[in-house]
């Protein structure tokens, strides 16, 4: 029972390369969500899939695309990577409706040179 | 506009100093407040969720508090393996997604 697990856990891309980071998630849980963490500026909302087939803009989704590949996997894609979204990028799950307990994975490091 | 502010933003404990950790919200309404545990390198571990005003949660040296607009972390006499980066988030009603601080980075020293 792996919980929740990401994949890569460090990537370092250059200005304009695109990138899918991936996110797994064995608990059955209906919603999964992307999150970036950056220095001094605390847990930031990308997108998030209440359900399998849909998807959310959360509070930073610029620059990024998601799908919502069946119950288990949210994958998140920099289309056309910029340095400004060198960042940690977390995903999590929860499955609750009402109560978001989130469960977090380990973490992807992206930098963008 | 909710929003969620941690003090203080670093902490540094002698083993055995209890201390506590200060989480202020607004939000319109509450629906929970979240209390977890990031180590470096790692992904934040949940530790509590609290409901209501008055509510109170433990686990080993940690207790959480809740008031209708702040919650404590407090800290009974830490060990250091008790360092490391406490995270406040708080639910919105009806349905809200979490909004997180900015953390309390906690260094506990033998």
């Known amino acids: 029972n792996a919980g929740v697990t990401q994949t890569p856990k460090f990537q370092v891309l250059k200005t304009g390369q695109s990138m899918t980071l991936q996110c797994a998630q064995d608990m059955n849980h209906n919603s999964m969500y992307w999150y970036r963490q950056d220095p001094g500026m605390g847990l930031r909302l990308i997108y998030y899939s209440a359900s399998e087939g849909t998807t959310d803009k959360g509070e930073v989704p610029n620059g990024y695309n998601v799908s919502r590949l069946n119950k288990r996997e949210f994958s998140l894609r920099l289309e056309s990577a910029a340095p400004s979204q060198t960042s940690v990028y977390f995903c999590?799950?929860?499955?609750?409706?009402?109560?978001?307990?989130?469960?977090f994975g380990p973490g992807t490091r992206l930098t963008v040179l | 506009e909710d929003q969620v502010t941690q003090s203080p933003e670093a902490l540094r404990l002698q083993e055995g100093e209890s201390s506590s950790l200060n989480c202020s919200y607004t939000v319109s309404g509450l629906r929970g407040l979240f209390w977890y545990r990031q180590d470096p390198g790692k992904g934040p571990e949940f530790l509590f969720t609290?409901?209501?005003a008055g509510e109170e949660k433990e686990k080993e040296r940690l207790k959480a508090t809740l008031t209708k607009k702040e919650s404590f972390l407090h800290i009974t006499a830490p060990k250091p393996e008790d360092s490391a980066t406490y995270l406040c988030?708080?639910?919105?009603?009806?349905?809200?997604?979490?909004?997180f601080g900015k953390g309390t980075k906690l260094s506990v020293k033998p």
């Open positions: 609290l409901y209501s």
């Open positions: 988030a708080v639910q919105a009603f009806p349905q809200g997604n979490l909004i």
């Open positions: 999590s799950t929860t499955g609750s409706r009402v109560i978001h307990t989130q469960y």
